[in-house]
Structure formats: structure tokens, C-alpha cells
């Protein structure tokens, strides 16, 4: 599908069609696309956790104001932003520092240089949400991009108690929940709403030097 | 192009060719497909400091590890993330009750509803953060992909000193700087380096219920 068309048809939809699956392939896919999304240092800090029984659709809902898209929607991906996705020992920052190494992007005595830089950018509590929410957003938006262009439909969910989330899913603590994402097909039974406004070029341009 | 193409072929550029400028109408074109992204709430938390005279981008540079790809790209943006862009009187979120209301997300008698919703998701310093640079981020990608689209190439680059980048460009306390965006065309006289490791779906997944 084209680029732009992509973007211009990806809505926040609200009636998922229960009767219209989302195969494991398809969500395989779509994952596997948003992946080549880009993180500071390539350090890739997300994880999704894939919500698709029953029971947990409802122990899912009653977090999140009981959104019924939720039991409607095949697939809820509930999105992790790792806070410690930065600091040496944690096994996929080992493995992009190797990946670094083996590709020439850090020389062998240049650890120690990559390591402090990354403590340097990420390494207060601020500093480390903004780091795991950023890049965790960045694969969020090729996720429901992805899914637009696999003929599928999405929904961005902020309305959830992230602490009650967290206790029903068992979530440690260097995650972050920056949102949730409803997938399956818009449900043509319903109303499509008309589409928001958006800010003018001028609005989003805060000053030109 | 292709969605799938645009996804793959998007790649962060450490060469830019200063001898091919963006012009002004490429970059209010992605900046505008940009917009298009989700936000939370439509709020559209983001906005931009363009970055395209030698002495601002000297100024830049000096904030940002003296990275010469700021020099040699002809714009970066500079990424600002709202982190009062839900509160009521805030002219942009004015507006989105208002466009809310006039198609008919919101009924009259909701505003304090959604005043009080995003209070309650938003209203807080670690979740101010997080709403900004989600949404901001979400805007960014977009960006990224909607430039390669654009067939332009781009670079996020989180290696600059915020406190200095703000005092440089006079940016107001209310927003966070998640990253930096160099706009321009590849260098076809450098090398372009292999890309980098991602994880596989297995390492993306955290768990399935």
C-alpha cells in the first residue's frame, strides 16, 4: 500500500468486527515490520505483551475502563517501554553492543565510550522513562501503520490504570505502559466518525532560525 | 512508494550531501503527512524548531557534541513534546474540545469529562512527560517515514544537551526536547553502513495470555 495513503487511512477506530480474526501470521508480520523502527543507540527497548483469550480480554477491560473495544478487537497488544532498556548486563543492550562491535559502528576499545554515553542520555529518572516511551512510541506508530497496510485496523488506548494493568499481567517494574493497541478489522456494521482535526503546518512550526 | 519499502528503506543517515537542499515545500509536505499521526485525545502535543541558517545551525552543533551532520544537513528540526498540551486554556487543546464537540466525539455537556479524564491520565509530572513524548514521538516516526517517502533522508539523534538546546533557542520550560530530526539526501560519496540487528518477534514478545 502506498505511503501516504497509509497514513491518510489509518484511523483510531472504535467497533472492532469480532467475527473477523487476526491470524498469528498476520500479527507476526506486522510486528516484524514495525521492528525496523529506529532507537537511540539501536537498543530497541520494547516488548509487547499479546492479549487474545477471553479471560484475559476481560481481566484487560476492567483496567481500562471497560473499554468493550477491547473483547471485540481479536488481538490487544499491550505495549512495554523498558526503563533499563540503556544499562550494561541487560541481555539485548549486551546484544547490540556485539551487534555494534561485529558491524564496525564501535570499535573494540570504544565499550567504555558507548556505555557512558548511554548513562549520560538516559541515565536519571526522567531521562530513562523518556528514553524507554520515545523509541517504545516509535515502534507503536510503525505498528499501527503496519497494521493499516496489512488490512488491518487499530486503536491507540491511553484511558487505563497502568498500576492495575500491571498487576493483572504480572509486569515488572523497569516497564513502563505508554498505551494500549486494539487490532482487528473495523466493523462495517458501525459508523465511521469523521476524521479529527489537525494542526496547520504553521501550528506545529514553533519558530524558524 | 510502498509502505513496506518506505519502512525498509528508511535508514539513519550519518552523511548528508550538503550540496542538496530540502526546500521549503518538501518540508512543509512531510511535515504535513507527519501530522497526520495519533495522539492521545487528538490533543497533537508536538511541535518543531526548524533549523536552517549556518549560524543556527552553529549554534546547534555546539549543543549537540559538535555532530557535523547538523552542519552538513540542510534542516534539522528541532522536536519539541508539550508537556501542557492537556490542560484546559491551553489554545491547541481549546481547540481540540471545540473540533471534539463540533463532530460530535463530544457532547455539550462532556467538556468537564474529558477535562477531568485527561487530568487524571495526564496530571501528573511523570505522566506529563510520558503523554509528550509518546505523542511527539509518534509525530517524529511518522516524520522519518513520510521523509524517505519524500525521498528525502533523515537522522533522530538524541546525542545533545537539552539544557543547552533550550537556552540556545529560547524554548520554553513547558517542553521537553525527546530527540533532534537532520533532513537531507544521503551523501552518495560516503558509505552507507550495514544495517543494524533487530529483534526477532520472540524477543519482541514478552508474553501471550
Same mark, same amino acid.
Given at each position: 500500500?502506498?505511503?501516504?495513503?497509509?497514513?491518510?487511512?489509518?484511523?483510531?477506530?472504535? =467497533? =472492532?468486527?469480532?467475527?473477523? $480474526?487476526?491470524?498469528?501470521?498476520? &500479527?507476526?508480520?506486522?510486528?516484524?515490520?514495525?521492528? &525496523?523502527?529506529?532507537?537511540?543507540?539501536?537498543?530497541?527497548?520494547?516488548?509487547?505483551?499479546?492479549?487474545?483469550?477471553?479471560?484475559?480480554?476481560?481481566?484487560?477491560?476492567?483496567?481500562?475502563?471497560?473499554?468493550?473495544?477491547?473483547?471485540?478487537?481479536?488481538?490487544?497488544?499491550?505495549?512495554?517501554?523498558?526503563?533499563?532498556?540503556?544499562?550494561?548486563?541487560?541481555?539485548?543492550?549486551?546484544?547490540?553492543?556485539?551487534?555494534?562491535?561485529? &558491524?564496525?559502528?564501535?570499535? @573494540?576499545?570504544?565499550?567504555?565510550?558507548?556505555?557512558?554515553?548511554?548513562?549520560?542520555?538516559?541515565?536519571?529518572?526522567?531521562?530513562?522513562?523518556?528514553?524507554?516511551?520515545?523509541?517504545?512510541?516509535?515502534?507503536?506508530?510503525?505498528?499501527?501503520?503496519?497494521?493499516?497496510?496489512?488490512?488491518?485496523?487499530?486503536? $491507540?488506548?491511553?484511558?487505563?490504570?497502568?498500576?492495575?494493568?500491571?498487576?493483572?499481567?504480572?509486569?515488572?517494574?523497569?516497564?513502563?505502559? $505508554?498505551?494500549?493497541?486494539?487490532?482487528?478489522?473495523?466493523?462495517?456494521?458501525?459508523? &465511521?466518525?469523521? @476524521?479529527?482535526?489537525?494542526?496547520?503546518?504553521?501550528?506545529?512550526?514553533?519558530?524558524? =532560525?
Amino acid at each position: 500500500m502506498d505511503f501516504t495513503d497509509t497514513m491518510r487511512q489509518r484511523r483510531a477506530i472504535n =467497533f =472492532f468486527d469480532p467475527d473477523k $480474526p487476526v491470524s498469528d501470521e498476520e &500479527l507476526k508480520g506486522i510486528i516484524e515490520t514495525a521492528s &525496523l523502527a529506529p532507537s537511540g543507540l539501536n537498543l530497541q527497548p520494547w516488548q509487547v505483551i499479546v492479549v487474545r483469550s477471553q479471560e484475559a480480554k476481560e481481566k484487560l477491560m476492567a483496567a481500562a475502563s471497560r473499554q468493550t473495544k477491547i473483547i471485540e478487537a481479536p488481538v490487544t497488544l499491550i505495549i512495554l517501554a523498558d526503563m533499563n532498556g540503556w544499562k550494561a548486563g541487560h541481555p539485548m543492550v549486551e546484544k547490540t553492543w556485539a551487534n555494534l562491535l561485529d &558491524l564496525g559502528y564501535m570499535k @573494540p576499545d570504544q565499550r567504555g565510550w558507548f556505555e557512558k554515553g548511554a548513562q549520560k542520555l538516559y541515565g536519571t529518572q526522567e531521562k530513562s522513562l523518556a528514553f524507554a516511551v520515545k523509541n517504545a512510541a516509535f515502534f507503536s506508530m510503525a505498528l499501527m501503520l503496519a497494521a493499516k497496510d496489512a488490512g488491518l485496523d487499530s486503536h $491507540p488506548m491511553d484511558g487505563f490504570d497502568p498500576e492495575a494493568v500491571r498487576k493483572a499481567f504480572d509486569i515488572p517494574e523497569n516497564f513502563f505502559i $505508554p498505551l494500549l493497541i486494539a487490532i482487528g478489522h473495523f466493523n462495517d456494521r458501525s459508523m &465511521l466518525m469523521p @476524521p479529527k482535526w489537525r494542526k496547520s503546518y504553521g501550528e506545529v512550526v514553533h519558530a524558524t =532560525f
